[in-house]
């Protein structure tokens, strides 16, 4: 099955942290996402700029609306997410707690709606 | 020969009702898809057996029913998903298993699948009950306290979850497995807890629920030796089996645990409770299996010197109320309070649940209560308390006994 794991961190905290730390955290996310491809499982992987470069876009009534912004506003922001193939939840599970995003934030898992 | 197809079909989903639905939901990875499978395998074997006779292996006729009808429904569910590689896998893997003569036993990894973390905690022991032994929401929501059509919505979007989560069906790794353990044996106590409450046994399903559930019991126990809760769990169950045959008289009567006669308890399986919670005991680390089991231990004292010791009861039932804040730990607490500082401290005690809504609704709170205020003398209350008490019983042997204390207690007073 494929799993898509989104990681969700504190943008605010992230530009307050030290370069120390994010020159630690941009190594960790290296190692992991070396050992993802390693292990044969990644499927697709990005990182995303932050939220306050989204725009959000809805159609009604013919027209378009295109508003400044992440579609929802909350305290943790989608910051990236990683595509993995693994035979079953257990396996996405432990991989998304391999993740440097889990230690800072939360890792959401969402099995892929297979077409 | 009509009857004789009922017959067999009921025996062979009480043997093994749980069996085969593990065995087809392992393969397919979907729980209600198995569920459904084998009900509708059930309902062709009582026409089928009955024009064309019982087959030689009952079991076996049923998977091969049952995989045709899972195959037929994943296809109709599953149109939007990639149905067909997935289909193919799952006849080739139902086929490549359906001629073996002894089905491999997947309960265990049934279960563990139910407790899976990603399973909201308080669905799984229901979940167990249901896919495991085949309890109906109705039954398992009377068991939690919880309302039939609550409970069905809640174990129908668990199910799902497996499903679209892709939840593995399998004992996990020895890490995981000690995590995991709790939910599981939460759930086998509960199943114990109703076949227990089905003394005479009216009720098919629920028959042989003790038994079955000391069964899971053993086999959890035979796979984590190490476990002391899993050992614990086992010798409460034994304990309270080996006085199955004391809890009714001569008459069918109810029989107190404090009024049975010791003579009729199992001596065979409380030895056997005795020593695995010795061993138990021994792994020194005690949780809320091994003092339940320790206060059954201290109930069959009684054997011996003639009284219960009351003192450790309440010691045990204190430390359980740390552990689980359960207002049924609560009222034996109470009613142990009333054995060794009388009736006035266990009512006081009992009152101080009373914020509790659940409790209203709940017959041995109301029996508890009645039988304290009896005893303190509070004769008025405790004739309303019975009237609660016998109004919410739903075993009628208990509802006698109710009536009957009931009565004699206001014959006590004329």
């Known amino acids: ?115 | 020969m009509a009857r004789e197809a009922r017959a067999t079909t009921e025996a062979v989903a009480r043997r093994s009702y749980g069996k085969l639905v593990a065995f087809l939901a392992a393969r397919i990875g979907d729980v209600e898809a198995a569920e459904d499978a084998l009900s509708e395998a059930f309902a062709a074997a009582l026409t089928d057996w009955e024009a064309g006779g019982i087959p030689d292996n009952p079991e076996a006729w049923l998977v091969t029913v049952a995989r045709r009808r899972a195959v037929d429904a994943v296809r109709r569910r599953r149109s939007g998903e990639a149905a067909v590689p997935h289909l193919q896998l799952m006849a080739e893997e139902l086929a490549s298993t359906e001629d073996n003569a002894s089905m491999p036993d997947h309960r265990l990894a049934l279960m563990f699948a139910c407790a899976h973390p990603a399973i909201d905690p308080g669905i799984r022991a229901p979940l167990i009950l249901q896919t495991v032994l085949g309890f109906d929401a109705a039954t398992i929501g009377s068991a939690f306290l919880v309302s039939p059509a609550a409970m069905g919505q809640r174990l129908a979007r668990a199910k799902s979850k497996i499903r679209q989560a892709g939840i593995p069906f399998r004992v996990p790794e020895r890490a995981d497995l000690r995590e995991r353990l709790a939910a599981v044996l939460e759930a086998i106590y509960a199943a114990f807890a109703e076949g227990w409450s089905d003394p005479d046994g009216t009720e098919i399903r629920r028959r042989d629920l003790a038994e079955e559930a000391i069964w899971l019991g053993r086999l959890v126990v035979s796979l984590l030796p190490d476990e002391p809760e899993a050992i614990g769990l086992l010798a409460l169950m034994l304990h309270a089996e080996a006085r199955r045959g004391a809890r009714r008289n001569a008459d069918g009567d109810y029989v107190p645990l404090t009024e049975q006669d010791p003579a009729l308890w199992d001596a065979g399986l409380i030895a056997e409770a005795e020593t695995l919670l010795l061993a138990a005991s021994r792994m020194g680390k005690v949780d809320r299996y091994q003092l339940e089991a320790a206060v059954q231990s201290a109930h069959a004292v009684r054997r011996a010197t003639g009284r219960a010791d009351w003192a450790a009861i309440k010691r045990l039932y204190d430390a359980l109320e740390e552990i689980t804040g359960s207002p049924v730990v609560a009222i034996n607490r109470a009613v142990a309070i009333a054995e060794t500082d009388g009736p006035a401290a266990g009512l006081a005690a009992l009152a101080a649940l009373e914020v509790d809504g659940r409790l209203a609704e709940y017959q041995p709170y109301w029996a508890a209560r009645a039988a304290l205020l009896a005893s303190a003398g509070d004769i008025d209350a405790a004739d309303a308390a019975y009237e609660q008490a016998i109004g919410l019983e739903r075993d009628p042997a208990v509802r006698r006994f109710l009536q009957h204390r009931r009565a004699a207690m206001r014959g006590a007073m004329n």
């Open chain 1, 1 to 115: 099955m494929q799993y898509l794991l989104l990681i969700y961190g504190n943008e605010a905290g992230m530009q307050s942290a030290t370069k120390a730390d994010v020159e630690q955290m941009m190594a960790a996310y290296g190692a992991y996402t070396q050992a993802i491809k390693g292990a044969g499982v990644l499927v697709a992987a990005d990182r995303l700029k932050p939220s306050t470069s989204a725009s959000t876009v809805r159609v009604a009534d013919g027209k378009t609306k295109v508003l400044d912004g992440p579609y929802a506003e909350t305290k943790e922001q989608l910051a990236g997410y990683y595509l993995i193939e693994v035979p079953d939840l257990d396996a996405a599970l432990s991989w998304a707690a391999r993740c440097p995003g889990a230690n800072y934030g939360a890792i959401e898992v969402r099995p892929i709606w297979a077409m």
